[in-house]
RNA sequence: GGGGAAUUAGCUCAGUUGGCUAGAGCGUUUGGCUGGCAGCCAAAAGGUCACCGGUUCGAGCCCGGUAUUCUCCA
């Protein structure tokens, strides 16, 4: 039975079972501060379980793509050791929002594996909560009972809270839960030890395939547990280990899920899978890591180093140090497996197919930087071992410089110095790494107290910002949150005004107002479903009613450029092709901001065209046409684009401005007609990733303020040049000419200097064999110095004593041949040193040229008679 | 969000406690050697030492700030 099967099969089997099928929302998480990735299943309805919305579906089933790589599920290190831990991996689901509860999910997960999957029987075993006497829970009798019918007693066993008391976070939903283990050792081997042993004790053939979690509680900040309202049921499958067990393997890297890329790898390294522990891990990391990058820069989530970026960049670059130490890559390798990867998931995951490209191209990028980060820390590694050769061992503060400053893998270091029988003090290594999370984690101290809820919501926060920007509004929650010694309240309102910063348009500003005070939002920001309105402070009669006001200069300004960012986004695929995707994008009142894929850097001709076009759209008048509560599928029948990476809810809204030309889904703010924009402008276009650009514009007042900036400018520089016919050729001419007068000039002051040379150097005293100048001129020292290496080459047995004074400020320079230096021991560097008492000032230098300088200009002739004596 | 580092010729990089009028290799140009190419020899051009300010007789180097890039952590 191939994956693509499976996945079918239990889809289907919940849909017959009343449920309706969800797409996988996005891998990458907008919108969560707790949460950068999907991580379970759950995560796309975490707003159900909260309480915070309303689900449209009470049962539910899906696949979704996760990741765990960082905070409570972090698999990242053990990813590729053993055969069964993923970063990135499908979790089937199968949902109840209020609706049944255990006895149907246990039963429809027997039924599924058992009589459609066909597993045998007597190789499962399930698991139950124990109960927490500390909470004041008991054990889960109730799931017990219900799994009695199915199966044997002797394999059904009691779990710890660890394993069996699933919890979303350090607060949020949680409930007990029932897991689902699959033994698939062989016969013999089942007979010596008795499987239900080896439950949940990591043994890679006796393995958890399902989790049924049952919802009831909520954790409080103060680790409290409240009875939620619903209770709800929440199961998860681990898609691949599934097909592991439906195809009979005992790896999940011998699937068809992941046997594609390890059979290139073979190809491409020339090493056979199976020969070497190493090399084994290493393909079963690439693999893995392969697909985690993949989705992740498919849902708009390129590496980079923060955030979510940094994840996936940490994953790649696991990636590539294994190939490179393990498997013999010298050069970009991961790249050539995407088109593999396609070929393999592309038809369940359509975002791949389509954005092949930029996922060879992103990760080829990064493999280059990153080899490339390896030659730089190889280098400084070997010159380290070369300055030190009589230690032995690796200090671990330079082993950790190596890493934080360098991002030199610490493994290769320790390989590298074993490879040069040196040792490495790793102790040492992690205590840099300590202190460094250590004041990473220091500054990053959020305090939230829990809400107070005022008043029991019935739904979503209305918005009701489209139509006006003034509204009566009530609080139903809000939070007092500490962050860096600022306290900020977070509030919620039954119905707002207030756009809620997301699709990369800023949140809204203004403030709440009752008996003429006001309260001002600085902020509105958007988590999950939440409108959340930030205020510096609250009143203290917060349960009345208060009249809402959105900053209406700011918010016309940044609809400006909201519009005009669709409008740009049309014009690009129309002047450079369909293969433009937007990227991300940012929308203030100032301006905007847009990235999309394309392949190079746009022309001036190119950067016009679009300019032009965007413009004429403008003098068109378009007015705003405006479809709300369209499903996704009638969305798409319009011809609307849908960004990837972007999670829709099972309402869209469809923004369009000549259906023909622009119409996305788009929840932001928009003119009501193009014209309003007035005038578009682009600032700039760069770089910002391998395939990805950005292009800065501005519109209305700001674009004509830059159009008026270039014309002042221009109109200026006419004006220095007196207004001539042609500028352009004027000023060529000025600039010609400057420069032919700087080379004369350039030429005539060596003259003069050579002048001065020859007449120094005609005017010679001979004392006691050494050629002794002594002059006073008016220059400064750089000029000085000069003219003292020009008479060092020309002078032979050379002692020059230069004083020379320059807008007042005297100073002393002495040049004195290397074979005197030699022969009389002198030093120019200790004579400047007491000539310069004379002049009120200090100075010191080498032994055959040294310069000083001060204050008194009246004692420079003093200099040049006590020079003199120092020969005679 | 918090640390660490880097920025010097077209490219890759040296540059010591502040003191040869900033160097190397590669590349470029010119000339020479060889039947031609590959190559070798010789010479030349090429620098606002990222930017702004400070300390100093003197700053590529020290100090402060800015920008950009790299990197680690959250």
Known sequence: MNASKVRKIFLNFFKDKGHKIYRSAPMVVKNDPTLMFTNAGMNQFKDIFLDNTTPSHLRVVNSQKCLRVSGKHNDLDEVGHDTYHHTMFEMLGNWSFGDYFKKEAIAWAWELLTEIYGIEKDRLYVTVFEGSPEEG????????????????????????????????????????????HVDIRDDKARKTIDGASLVNKDHPLVIEIWNLV?????????????????????????????????????????TDVFRPYIEKLQLLSGIVYGDNPDADVSMRVVADHLRAVSFAIADGELPSNNKAGYVIRRILRRAIRYGYTFLGFREPFVNLLVEDLVTQMGEAFPELRAQQDLIMKVIAEEEHTFLRTLSVGIQKFEQYIAAQPDKKTIPGDFAFELFDTYGFPVDLTTLMAKEKGWNIDLKGFEAGMAGQKER??????????????????????????????????????????????????????????????????????????????????????????LSIHIMPKIPDAISGTFTAVVDQTKRLLTENNHTATHLLHAALKTVLGSHVQQKGSLVDDQRLRFDFSHFGKMTDEEILAVERLVN???RENITLEEHRELSMEEAEQMGATALFGEKYGEKVRVVAFDNAFSSELCGGTHVKATGQIGLFAIVSESAIAAGIRRVEAVTGRAAEEFVQSKIDELHSIKELLKHPKDSIKTLSQVLELNESMKKELAAMQQRQLQQMVDHLASNVESIHGVNYIGTRVSMDAKAAKDLAFKLKGKVDNLFLVIAHESEGKPGITIMIAE?????????????????????????????????????????????????KKLIS
């Open 819 to 867: 074979n005197l230096v030699e022969q009389k021991g002198l030093h120019a560097g200790n004579l400047v040193r007491s000539l310069a008492t004379h002049i009120k000032g200090g100075g010191g230098g080498q032994p055959f040229f040294a310069s000083a300088g001060g204050s008194d200009a009246d004692g420079l002739d003093k200099v040049l008679t006590e020079s």
């Open 137 to 180: 829970l008991e054990a889960d009798h109730e799931a017990y009972d219900l799994w009695k019918p199915f199966v044997p007693e002797e394999r059904i066993l009691f779990g710890s809270k660890k394993d069996n008391f699933w919890e979303m976070g350090d607060t949020g939903p949680c409930g007990p839960c029932s897991e689902i």
């Open 440 to 529: 990473s984690r220091a500054a990053a101290v959020i305090d939230a107290a829990d809400w107070v809820e005022l008043k029991k919501r019935g739904d979503d926060t209305v918005f009701l910002g489209y139509e006006k920007l003034e509204a009566e509004v009530s609080v139903v929650k809000y939070r007092k949150v500490d962050a860096k010694g600022k306290t900020l309240y977070q509030v919620v309102l039954d119905q707002t005004p207030f756009y809620a910063e997301s699709g990369g348009q800023v949140g809204d500003r203004g403030f709440l107002t009752n008996n003429g005070e006001r309260y001002p939002v600085v902020d509105t920001r958007k988590e999950n479903n």
């Open 616 to 618: 004429e759209k403008i």
């Open 214 to 254: 049952f919802i009831a509680f909520n954790r409080l900040s103060d680790g409290k547990l409240k009875n939620l309202p619903a209770r709800h049921v929440d199961t998860g499958m681990g898609f691949e280990r599934l097909c592991m067990v439906l195809q009979n393997k005992q790896s999940n890297y011998d």
